[in-house]
């Protein structure tokens, strides 16, 4: 087909033509932007929290009667026994916090003592014993795992610190970021001055901060604390946790008067919780970019539609003067393809200064280059099967008609 | 005339079913597609305090590590020390001031069969109540005397009182929480700031109290805070003591001056109070003491998360291509109709009457698309509502006002009539005689 009378006859009737290639233009720019969105949020819900997360659930425990730091002590070994003494559990601990909770603790570590060491790296802390990294299913790549004397208890609000740590691969590779070798043995600091030996590395284990950008970065304490307040995070048999949890709830229940058990959870059901955001973004954009498609297809449809309908006669006319039908559907086609082609230029350029706004006003990623011609060839597809109804009608159009007069 | 225009309006709409209906549509939609984002935007930035905005502050004091802002590029923490809490507060220098914190407690309700459970529960100031515009349904709050003798005496959230005495004047009632009895002074009616601006941490959504019991108390019980709590520098010592003489933030402290000119005023008093504590060897950092308003603390937190803006600028866009859908359709109409034109031309039809015309038609079909569009925002926020259903209290946020209805139909309308500017003068440039030439 050649381009030029198309093109020229686009001309003689600008405004139709320029009005599609802005709308195509548009979606383009949404349609770009909303992917690069997409593409940010789906990384981050793809991401393994480092749990063992079918068979893994929570809950918590909250004593209301007096304090009594003794008192509580009992209350927590007795709970753990009572927990792993349970057929079907594999492991349980007592912490503060587990992966994609939301809500954590986390200290500055740093690799020489003092308060104004410029190397200072924030760390999220869980506090476990010698079953936190079977619990955790986390992987030990260096070292050793806690033993059981290591495992020290403290008072709330007070600042000792154990003197040995866990850390993952990310945290180790943040902190000590020359070195080649193994990292165990190594000192590094907490709380400013105290000192933590690491004894072993492990694979991966999430912050409780999803939305963190040092999400990677965790370290494990072995230490217990004197508070009314317990975390329980129990790792069962594979099959084992549905019928675990109402079971395991109800023995800590009934086994004292004088406390609540709350915040009974799976980790599915916290993983859900924490990607709430990313997963309604994604399901929202995956929606407009859909509705929005359609939207366009629409316009082209009915743009095209009058255009045939308008220029029944001089199709007509082509007809007797021997066109053939593809030539017709090729006309519009060809028509189609030059409007798309003007349309997704200014879309392309559109699309990546939306971007640049948007990187610098929220802070999102720079868009992947590709997600450009895959935009492109999307809407250049929409384009040609929206044109091809009107196409085929205008074909049909008898050449009989030239010769009536309107 | 008018009433004439209407009717051609309608006949031309109806000529062409299927293209009206797509031009309606897609107003429709894309008015859909803005509002309800615009909608969850208007309910996140309310600000339940508006009326009183001049006069009420949040405090803050920058007694952060000398090395490190609290914040970057040098914003003072967000929440303030028991110590400087206790001490602004005991000098009493505003027209009313409080100091609050959240903290989990167990409540006991009476009965065998009853099931303790875990509310969370503020510890504030008798200023609290009249600060805020609090509403009571029973009682009121307590004085500042009860929170100097440190009174066991609590105020219930209307819900609250529900669901422990089934709703009834509880005034005067005992209740129990983690063993300990408390009198009940007060109950309130149904008070849900949106969002909850006197403390924006953890989550700005999730609704006031339920229950309310003096600050003081709550400190020689030694509760700690259920909300957030940061320390700059180690604890001198072990235990609760330790911890209130230490230099950790957890305490919200606002405010409320008699006139709005007083702010002056009590920044200089915060000034003077920190050159004091200076000399005691405390506020390292240079002074930098905030006093913000409402509006101001709720921006300064971000309470609008900046999703909500991306997803407005998509939904501007949206409109943007629909309007173009719009203004294309239009068009078409148009040079279909030159022919038409120009025998009315002809016939003697001035200019203006035919803008006039056409005008009226595109704003029918403004109506039309924004009523529909009421439709779509509300399918809109339902769809939101929908894919956010984990968060508890997304309802809250989805809700429409009168407003909002009416923004919706005024952004139809003025939209569909810059869309029909275009189509409309191009109608109005055809000569009268043109197109009648050629039949």
């Keep these: 087909m050649d381009i030029g009378p198309v093109w020229r006859a686009m001309l003689k009737n600008k405004a139709g033509f320029v009005l599609i290639a802005l709308q195509i233009a548009v979606t383009m720019t949404i349609m770009v932007n909303a992917f690069a969105i997409m593409q940010e949020r789906a990384n981050n819900v793809g991401r393994e929290s480092g749990l063992d997360e079918a068979n893994t659930f929570a809950l918590a425990s909250a004593w209301f009667d007096e ?52 190397d200072s790296i924030g760390s999220a802390i869980y506090f476990v014993d010698e079953y936190g990294l079977d619990t955790f299913a986390a992987t030990l790549i260096d070292g050793a795992n806690f033993t059981p004397n290591q495992v020290s208890w403290q008072v709330q609000n007070d600042d000792t610190w154990p003197a040995t740590g866990i850390i993952t691969e990310a945290l180790a590779k943040e902190i000590f970021p020359d070195e080649e070798g193994s990292v165990v043995g190594k000192t590094i600091y907490i709380n400013d001055n ?109 743009l095209a539609s009058f255009n045939v309908s308008r220029r029944t006669r001089q199709i007509g006319i082509r007809r007797a003067l021997g066109a053939t039908k593809p030539a017709i559907v090729r006309y519009f086609m060809t028509e189609n393809l030059i409007v798309s082609a003007i349309g997704l230029t200014i879309g392309g350029i559109l699309s990546v200064a939306l971007n640049m706004v948007m990187v610098e006003a929220f802070s999102l990623e720079p868009l992947a280059w590709y997600v450009i011609p895959i935009a492109m060839i999307a809407l250049l597809m929409v384009g040609q099967a929206a044109v091809a109804g009107p196409a085929r009608r205008a074909s049909n159009i008898s050449p009989a008609i030239a010769t009536r007069s309107s | 005339m008018f009433r004439y225009y209407l009717k051609l309006g309608s006949l031309s709409i109806r000529a062409n079913p299927a293209l009206s209906a797509l031009m309606v549509a897609a107003i429709a939609i894309g008015i859909g597609a803005c509002m309800s984002i615009v909608t969850v935007r208007h309910v996140m930035s309310g600000n339940p305090v508006a009326h009183k905005n001049d006069l009420l502050y949040h405090v803050q004091l920058d007694n952060w590590n000398p090395d490190d802002p609290y914040e970057d590029p040098n914003e003072p923490p967000e929440q303030v020390t028991y110590l400087d809490a206790t001490a602004l507060h005991q000098a009493g220098r505003a027209f009313r001031q409080t100091i609050s914190f959240k903290s989990d407690r167990v409540v006991q309700p009476e009965g065998e069969d009853a099931r303790p459970f875990q509310e969370e529960v503020r510890a504030t100031t008798a200023d609290f109540f009249a600060m805020f515009d609090v509403p009571f349904e029973y ?26 005495f089934g709703g009834e004047d509880s005034v005067g009632r005992m209740m129990t929480m983690n063993k300990e009895p408390y009198r009940i002074v007060g109950v309130l009616s149904e008070w849900r700031p949106m969002p909850k601006f006197y403390d924006l941490n953890n989550n700005p959504y999730e609704g006031a109290e339920e229950i309310y019991t003096p600050f003081s108390l709550a400190i020689s019980g030694e509760w700690g805070s259920s909300g957030n709590n940061s320390c700059w520098k180690p604890l001198d010592g072990a235990g609760y003591e330790a911890y209130l003489a230490s230099e950790c933030i957890w305490i919200q402290m606002w405010v409320e001056l008699s006139s709005a000119s007083e702010r002056d005023n009590y920044m200089q008093f915060l000034d003077d109070y920190v050159e004091q504590q200076k000399a005691l060897g405390r506020f390292p950092r240079e002074v930098n003491n905030r006093l913000s308003t409402p509006a101001e603390w709720m921006v300064n937190r971000e309470v609008v998360d900046d999703t909500v803006n991306v997803l407005l600028s998509l939904a501007v866009l949206f409109l943007v291509v629909c309007l173009l859908n719009t203004i294309g359709l239009l068009l078409a109409k148009v040079m279909r109709r030159t022919s038409d034109i120009s025998l009315r031309r002809a016939l003697g039809a001035s200019k203006s009457a035919l803008f006039t015309q056409y005008l009226i038609e595109a704003g029918m079909v403004g109506i039309a698309g924004g009523l529909a569009g009421i439709g779509m925002t509300w ?33 139809a309308i003025v939209s569909t009539l810059a869309a029909a500017l275009y189509p409309t003068w191009r109608a109005c440039s055809v000569s009268p005689a043109t197109t009648l030439r050629i039949q």
């Design chain 2, 139 to 164: 009682g009121s709050g307590w004085d500042a005397s009860a929170d100097r003798a440190e009174e066991r005496v609590v105020v219930l959230s209307a819900a609250m009182n529900q669901r422990l």
């Design chain 1, 67 to 118: 304090f009594d730091r003794d008192l509580m002590k009992i209350r927590i070994d007795e709970d753990l026994a009572l927990i792993r003494g349970v057929p079907g559990v594999r492991s349980a601990v007592a912490s503060n916090s587990f992966p994609l909770r939301q809500g954590g603790w986390s200290m500055s570590l740093q690799t020489e003592p003092g308060s104004q060491s410029p």
């Design chain 1, 194 to 302: 105290d000192p933590v030996n690491i004894i072993g590395v492990i694979e991966r284990m999430q912050a409780p901060w999803p939305g963190w950008t040092g999400v990677e970065r965790t370290m494990l304490v072995p230490q217990r604390r004197y508070s009314d307040f317990q975390r329980y995070i129990i790792r069962t048999e594979p099959g084992y946790r549905d019928a675990l949890m109402p079971e395991i709830e109800a023995l800590l229940a009934n086994s004292s008067k004088d406390r609540l058990i709350r915040d009974v959870t799976t980790m599915e059901q916290v993983r859900k919780l924490a990607y709430v955001g990313d997963t309604a973004m994604i399901r929202i954009l995956t929606f407009v970019v859909m509705l929005l498609t359609v939207i366009t297809g629409l316009g082209i449809v009915g």
């Design chain 2, 379 to 411: 399918l809109g926020l339902r769809g939101l509502e929908n894919v956010f259903s984990e968060y508890d209290f997304i309802s809250y946020l989805m809700t429409m006002d009168w407003t909002m209805v009416l923004y919706a139909v005024l952004l």
